[in-house]
């Protein structure tokens, strides 16, 4: 039987486009059911396709730093955050997650004056 040979998937790779990036970040923000640090690494799989050195520049902050700020080990400052998505040309976007209803107005009751 042969060996079957595999190599390490790596999503930066594959994020060529602006475009793509934004689907990528998108989807992985839908996942991320509240973890900061999936959304870091997310991010950082970004910055590697787009390149951390000229990533790291552009946020105003030093290579080693964002590495670690998105490597997924931790929660980054949501200021490094704002940077690393401007660097990036990406924004983010908001959407309530159920509908509301409209609030009931406040009207004054009435009195019934003949109970009185």
Avoid: W
């Avoid at 552009?58 to 670690?68: C, M, P, Q, T």
């Amino acid at each position: 039987m042969k060996k079957v040979a595999t190599t390490k998937y790596d999503v930066a790779e594959h994020l060529r486009t602006p475009e793509e990036m934004a689907a990528y970040l998108e989807a992985c923000l839908e996942e991320a059911d509240g973890d900061a640090a999936f959304i870091a690494k997310a991010l950082g799989d970004i910055a590697r396709a787009k390149g951390m050195a000229q990533v790291a520049q552009d946020a105003g902050l030093s290579r080693e730093s964002l590495y670690k700020a998105l490597s997924g080990e931790r929660s980054p400052g949501f200021d490094t955050i704002l940077k690393v998505l401007r660097a990036l040309g990406l924004k983010l976007h908001a959407e309530p997650t159920r509908r509301i209803a409209a609030p009931k107005s406040k009207r004054p009751r009435s009195f019934n004056r003949s109970a009185a």
